[in-house]
């Protein structure tokens, strides 16, 4: 069936580091890709998103290329705020007659100053 | 543009009480989605609702959950007789057609803690 697996986190880094948090699917045919966001306290909030093999999404300085080969889906960001740390979760959608999202675990991401 | 709304915010009760949750969504979204959040865990869809009848309700707990959408706008969730295990954040999203791709907006959730 279709999954979706992120790394693990607690993801702990300072301010203007390097982001990489990892993911993974695993789908039959060909799903759109997505990257949500949940701030501390708030509902969660589509970060970016690919619909097909090699797009790119990219949003507030996130990117994530969509990569077929290797099934993966990973999010970078060149310099880290404190503001980005919340919880980030990597999803799919494989269309059919429902428009269902299958998400990871989540990864918290923690930004100290 | 108003966001999805979803209350009660917060829900504490006891093992076999019932509880029901209240979601309103984007202005003219057709779709309205019910979602699972259990700690640690990542969201996983109870229901999805295309106006007022159902799309998808596979992994509803159809023993105790029920989920109406009356008149193709708000909607109630409902445990009755709530177990221990369904503690959770319960999140409500929409969309505006449930086309494939389609960006789902997410509410702030509901939690439940069930003691």
């Known amino acids: 069936g279709n999954s979706v697996t992120q790394m693990e986190g607690p993801v702990t880094l300072s301010e203007e580091a390097f982001l990489t948090i990892n993911c993974t699917y695993t789908?039959?045919?060909?799903?759109?890709l997505f990257w949500y966001v949940q701030y501390p306290g708030e509902g969660l909030q589509l970060l970016l998103k690919?619909?097909?093999?090699?797009d790119k999404g990219s949003n507030k300085g996130f990117e994530a290329t969509y990569r077929k080969e290797t099934t993966s889906f990973h999010l970078e960001k060149g310099s880290v705020q404190v503001s980005d740390s919340a919880v980030y979760f990597c999803?799919?959608?494989?269309?059919?007659?429902?428009?269902?999202?299958?998400f990871g675990t989540g990864t918290l991401l923690a930004v100290q100053p | 543009e108003a966001g999805v709304a979803q209350s009660p915010r917060y829900k504490i009760i006891e093992k076999r009480q019932s509880v029901a949750f209240w979601c309103n969504p984007i202005?003219?979204?057709?779709?309205l989605y019910w979602y699972q959040q259990i700690l640690g865990q990542g969201p996983k869809l109870l229901i999805q609702?295309?106006?007022?009848?159902?799309?998808?309700d596979s992994q509803l707990p159809k023993d105790r959950f029920s989920a109406e959408r009356l008149k193709g706008v708000d909607s109630t969730l409902k445990i009755q007789p709530a177990k221990l295990e369904d503690s959770a954040v319960y999140l409500c999203?929409?969309?505006?057609?449930?086309?494939?791709?389609?960006?789902?907006?997410f509410g702030p959730g509901t939690r439940l803690l069930v003691l």
């Open positions: 999803a799919l959608s494989n269309g059919g007659a429902t428009n269902k999202l299958i």
């Open positions: 609702f295309q106006n007022n009848g159902v799309v998808d």
């Open positions: 690919a619909t097909k093999a090699d």
């Open positions: 999203a929409s969309s505006l057609a449930g086309a494939y791709q389609e960006t789902q907006y």
């Open positions: 202005s003219g979204h057709a779709t």
């Open positions: 789908a039959t045919g060909y799903p759109s």
